[in-house]
């Protein structure tokens, strides 16, 4: 068997698909980013699976510039704010579990919790690009 079936705690292990459709199982850690940067250079064609769990705003904006995000809902109440270069700000508010969000590719996005709110993400990493502001 080339990978172990499972289970798997998604906090734990976080699955990573070659665009082959090969799937890497990785562990969580505090240097688990500077490590995919190292074991998977560019990210190109990777998709990360993970769940993120916050209570309080995002601190930065991120956009994706080589894929859509798909980001789903498992519990709580969240606010995500869009943005694509040169366009107004929209708003969407996600508060039904099992309600997704679909992030166009090149859309700077964040999130404002407001509840306890927990989220699945399959992201494209490539380019990925952080900032505490969208650039216009």
């Not at 109440?77 to 040169?86: C, I, L, S, T």
């Not at 679909?102 to 380019?127: I, K």
Request: hydrophobic letters at 35%; proline letters at 12%; charged letters at 25%.
């Amino acid at each position: 068997m080339a990978i172990e079936p499972g289970p798997h705690d998604l906090d734990r292990v976080r699955p990573i698909l070659a665009p082959d459709g090969k799937a890497t199982l990785k562990a969580a850690s505090p240097a688990f980013y500077q490590e995919l940067d190292a074991e998977f250079p560019t990210f190109k064609g990777h998709h990360l699976i993970q769940k993120f769990d916050f209570d309080s705003p995002w601190p930065t904006w991120e956009m994706h510039p080589e894929a859509d995000e798909f980001v789903y809902l498992l519990s709580g109440d969240v606010e995500f704010r869009v943005k694509a270069p040169g366009e107004d700000e929209v708003r969407i508010r996600v508060s039904k579990p099992g309600c997704y969000v679909m992030v166009p590719r090149g859309h700077w996005h964040t999130a404002e919790p407001l509840q306890p709110t927990s989220m699945l993400f399959v992201t494209a990493g490539e380019g990925t690009r952080n900032e505490i502001q969208p650039p216009e």
